[in-house]
């Protein structure tokens, strides 16, 4: 399901997961299918683990990256979970492949 709010969301990001909803910024995004795709990544991750585990580790690699990156952007950036996202969004097939729990390979990488 898609959900579109454009007031919980900081400047520069446009879409957000939070099981079992895809909450956009604007309408027209619904057509865009590379968020679209890593929106539904997420969803995947999220349905993987549970959901609660999820949004567990998801804040944990966030405070972490804080400390070592000194930048919040650079620390979300680099959570195991959006690194796949934002790696396979362009490869629309990538669901239909993806192996179970990969992003724990982006985990100690």
Not at 4 to 9: A, D, G, L, Q, V
Not at 88 to 103: D, G, I, M, Q, V
């Amino acid at each position: 399901m898609i959900v579109i709010s454009k007031r919980i969301f900081p400047e520069r990001f446009e879409g957000l997961t939070l099981w079992p909803v895809i909450i956009l910024k604007y309408d027209n995004l619904r057509n865009d299918e590379v968020l679209i795709n890593h929106e539904r990544i997420h969803l995947k991750q999220q349905l993987e683990l549970f959901i609660l585990p999820f949004y567990i580790i998801y804040f944990i690699e966030w405070v972490i990256g804080i400390f070592k990156y000194k930048d919040a952007h650079l620390a979300y950036r680099n959570i195991s979970f959006e690194r796949e996202a934002y790696k396979n969004e362009e490869n629309l097939k990538y669901l239909k492949t993806r192996p179970l729990f990969s992003s724990f390979k982006y985990f100690l990488a």
